[in-house]
C-alpha cells in the first residue's frame, strides 16, 4: 500500500471520528466528546508524520 493511500485512510478516519466527537460533545456529554475528538487527532498526527517523512 503507498503512502498516499495510507495518508488519505488516516485522515477519513479522523474526519468521522472528528464528526462524531463534536456531535457527542454538543449533544451529550462535554466529556466525552473531547475524548473522542483527541482520539481522532491522534490519527491527524500520526498523517502529518507521514507526511513529513516523505
Same mark, same amino acid.
Given at each position: 500500500?503507498?503512502? %498516499?493511500?495510507?495518508?488519505? @485512510?488516516?485522515?477519513? #478516519?479522523?474526519?468521522?471520528? !472528528?464528526?462524531?466527537?463534536?456531535a457527542?460533545? %454538543?449533544f451529550?456529554?462535554? @466529556?466525552?466528546?473531547? #475524548?473522542?475528538?483527541?482520539? !481522532?487527532?491522534?490519527?491527524?498526527?500520526?498523517?502529518?508524520?507521514?507526511?513529513?517523512?516523505?
Amino acid at each position: 500500500m503507498n503512502k %498516499l493511500k495510507i495518508r488519505n @485512510f488516516l485522515n477519513l #478516519i479522523f474526519m468521522i471520528g !472528528a464528526v462524531i466527537g463534536v456531535a457527542i460533545y %454538543l449533544f451529550a456529554d462535554e @466529556f466525552s466528546g473531547t #475524548i473522542v475528538v483527541l482520539s !481522532a487527532m491522534s490519527f491527524k498526527i500520526v498523517e502529518c508524520s507521514l507526511r513529513l517523512i516523505r
